[in-house]
């Protein structure tokens, strides 16, 4: 008889990982595969994953570990630095427009914004193309947003 079971866990110190279930007669022999899902960012000095990190050269923006990879944002709010340059790409490059359009965030924050997506452009392109991707035909721009 054979069976299976599947679980998630979190590998924990020393590359530990604990598989509960008691559906499993006790005894019997299984075969254990782990498989990671996402790699796991680089730990600080305490071992704890670090939910942001700042990026050299900038106040107003940093790098948070969104599944498995770092990403900017723009510090003290939830939003991505590619959320601000899809906006500032369908305005046109309009700087002006976009500080209009993002009332709630300093001069500063949106320079620092773009000058990071000048930096990361790489980063920021890709999330560009993947958000593209993943936006409905009817509801997305006929051309996919280029950046830098």
Do not use: C
């Given at each position: ?64 570990y969104h599944h498995d ?75 996919s947003p280029q950046w830098?």
């Open positions: 008889m054979q069976r299976e079971v599947r679980q998630q866990a979190v590998v924990g110190p020393g590359g530990r990982i604990e598989v509960v279930a008691p559906e499993l007669p006790e005894g019997a022999e299984a075969e254990v595969v782990v498989r990671l899902i996402a790699a796991a960012p680089p730990a600080n000095g305490s071992g704890s994953r670090p939910p942001e990190r700042p990026v050299d050269g900038f106040t107003e923006v940093v790098q948070w990879e770092w990403r900017g944002k723009v510090r003290g709010t939830g939003l991505e630095v590619w959320e601000v340059i899809d906006q500032y790409l369908a305005l046109g490059r309009d700087f002006g427009a976009l500080l209009l359009g993002f009332p709630h965030l300093s001069l500063d924050q949106l320079r620092a914004a773009v000058a990071y997506a000048g930096i990361y452009s790489d980063e920021i392109a890709g999330m560009l193309q993947r958000q593209y991707r993943a936006t409905p035909a009817g509801v997305r721009p006929v051309a830098p």
